[in-house]
């Protein structure tokens, strides 16, 4: 158990629907991150908060957005949904925005677009 | 674009023997290298990680060689144990710390 919490496990939606999928981070863990690992595919780093400020961008489709909280667990938001949006959603968290060994990724999210 | 590759997905490997996976990057810019293990619904965990100053790391079974005139880097594992049947995943990051994945490579290792 990595301490990373993200909900749903699964999900099933169809296109054109919005879905959000939760993360909460490991207990101290200031920085979090999405990734998505669609088939066949590594993961694909979407974006990074750090104590609730946005810290880094990758490749996220516009109809994606992220934000953490006060309470620094973060939410993906995903809307107008496409077959191809159909992946493995997994968040990580860290103690600080640096040092990439130690991030710690939950379980992940398997979102399906029908 | 795939700046990080891993060419070989899957390997099967026999108990005791040498297992080796291989990966290649081409962003010059990447300066810390890492391996990432995945069982079957988990998420990935890093295994081992090894900086662009060194070109070996180890750390009991598993060893990461660095070769960055090549942009190559591998990681052996001996002896190989069935509990490293896994799906391992090659990444590196340059100074923006941000993670770039290859697909992955699916190790079995026969009884």
């Known amino acids: 158990d990595s301490g990373v919490t993200q909900t749903p496990k699964h999900l099933i939606t169809a296109t054109g629907q919005r879905v959000t999928l939760r993360c909460s981070p490991r207990s101290g863990d200031l920085s979090v991150y999405w990734y998505q690992q669609s088939l066949d595919q590594g993961l694909q780093f979407l974006i990074q908060?750090?104590?609730?400020?946005?810290?880094a961008k990758g490749n996220i489709l516009e109809r994606f957005s992220a934000q953490q909280f006060p309470d620094l667990h973060s939410e993906l938001n995903l809307s107008s949904l496409e077959l191809g949006d159909s992946a493995l959603y997994f968040c990580a968290s860290s103690p600080i925005a640096a040092a990439p060994d130690t991030i710690y990724f939950g379980e992940g999210s398997w979102l399906t677009v029908v | 674009d795939q700046q990080v590759k891993q060419n070989s997905p899957s390997l099967s490997v026999q108990e005791g023997r040498i297992s080796i996976l291989n990966c290649d990057y081409t962003?010059?810019?990447?300066?810390?290298f890492l391996w990432y293990k995945k069982y079957p619904a988990e998420g990935p965990t890093f295994l081992i990680s090894?900086?662009?100053?060194?070109d070996k790391n180890e750390d009991g079974r598993f060893t990461v060689f660095l070769n960055k005139s090549a942009k190559h880097l591998s990681l052996h594992i001996v002896p190989s144990q069935p509990g490293d049947s896994a799906v391992y995943f090659c990444a590196a990051s340059g100074s923006d710390y941000k993670l770039s994945f290859g697909a992955g490579t699916t190790v079995t290792v026969r009884a």
């Open positions: 090894i900086s662009s100053i060194k």
């Open positions: 908060y750090y104590n609730g400020e946005e810290r």
């Open positions: 962003n010059s810019m990447f300066d810390y």
